[in-house]
């Protein structure tokens, strides 16, 4: 079904098809998780939204490490350019929790920050909570499908497009969100921190309506970056993508060829721009141009440098916002600054 090696980390996995998804998969996943005896073993549930013309992005997650009981996550809420993740207005995120947090499975958590989900209905409808009142801060949220979860060959990752509305609180002012967001979930994989000679990986999301949303993992390629040729970074277009899908007028298609341009900041390797052309295993070919709208520095492992994103997509006369979430290592950084 898949050509996805076990010893190759996550983010390498190429997605070859797709492979059928219960209500379950809304729960943890004991049994695949015990295969695995990797400290590294994790389960995660992804969330962000955002309110693009206030330059609103958020991150919310639940990770889970079973083989050492313990969970990390929370939620980050900013605006803007934000230097720290400690810079942004809502940043509440806690590494070590005891995973007697998740009790009531995924049914209904409570982190101690009060960070919270609660399954309404399973692959349909989740009801997310948080309030600091101290900070005054806020989040009431309700994310409802709006496209079939998509889950990946292997059986251990799913995304799904949802409509997100309800209220956000930040340092006091009210804002209304309704947006749109590809959230996601994964198990039964270890995750290593090993570094990687690798160069700028991007996870690419946007929703353009109900009908047209796509998602797009990708390395930069030498065609769109072309310092990397005779380097150890180099990667060809044709090797760049890791996974990807197109959901358009009722029909996923799995993505089999990218084509990644980007623009970078000097220093912190911001994608300033970033367009792609991308074709499913259907046929279709849509392009996709972007421009960076804000961006938080997430410090969740010590050795690597990821960056949550809200990009500006435009596509045939549309405009979408959707995440950029990047990942850089050390070796990158030494030949930038050695270059």
Same mark, same amino acid.
């Given at each position: ?62 990770? /889970? *490490? ?52 609660? @399954?309404?209905?399973?692959?349909? *409808? ?8 101290? !900070? ?20 251990? /990752? ?36 090993? @570094? ?25 390629? @030498? ?14 277009? +044709? ?19 990218? !084509? ?16 792609? +052309? ?25 050795? @690597?440098?990821? /960056? ?5 997509? +435009?596509? +045939? ?16 950084? /030494? ?5």
């Amino acid at each position: 079904m898949s050509d996805m090696s076990e010893g190759k980390p996550f983010f390498l996995a190429r997605n070859t098809g797709f492979a059928p998804i219960s209500e379950k998969d809304e729960l943890l996943h004991p049994e695949q998780n015990k295969l695995v005896k990797d400290d590294t073993l994790t389960e995660t549930q992804y969330f962000g939204f955002c309110v693009p013309e206030e330059g609103i992005h958020a991150l919310a997650y639940l990770w /889970h *490490h079973p083989n050492l009981g313990v969970v990390s996550g929370g939620i980050n809420v900013w605006k803007g350019i934000t230097q720290t993740m400690a810079h942004a207005e809502l940043a509440d995120w806690r590494t070590f929790m005891s995973d007697s947090v998740l009790k009531n499975d995924l049914h209904d958590f409570r982190f101690a920050n009060g960070y919270g989900v609660r @399954i309404v209905e399973p692959l349909k *409808h989740l009801h997310m909570t948080y309030a600091d009142p101290v !900070r005054k801060n806020s989040v009431d949220l309700h994310f409802k499908g709006v496209a079939p979860p998509i889950m990946f060959a292997d059986g251990n /990752h799913f995304e799904q497009t949802m409509k997100v509305t309800g209220e956000l609180v930040l340092r006091g002012k009210r804002y209304n969100v309704d947006c749109y967001n590809v959230r996601d979930r994964s198990w039964g994989k270890p995750r290593q921190e090993t @570094i990687q000679t690798l160069p700028p990986l991007s996870w690419v999301t946007g929703t353009f309506n109900d009908n047209f949303s796509f998602n797009c993992n990708m390395f930069d390629c @030498i065609e769109g970056n072309p310092e990397l040729k005779g380097t150890p970074f180099a990667i060809t277009a +044709e090797n760049s993508l890791n996974s990807g899908w197109l959901y358009r007028d009722g029909k996923v298609g799995n993505i089999v060829s990218v !084509r990644k341009r980007v623009g970078r900041a000097p220093g912190n390797l911001l994608p300033i721009t970033l367009d792609f +052309e991308a074709t499913d295993d259907l046929g279709r070919t849509f392009n996709v141009k972007g421009k960076l709208v804000s961006s938080l520095m997430q410090t969740a492992w010590q050795n @690597i440098d990821i /960056h949550i994103n809200l990009m500006r997509w +435009e596509c +045939e006369g549309m405009v979408a916002y959707g995440d950029c979430q990047e990942a850089n290592w050390t070796d990158y950084f /030494h030949f930038i600054n050695g270059r």
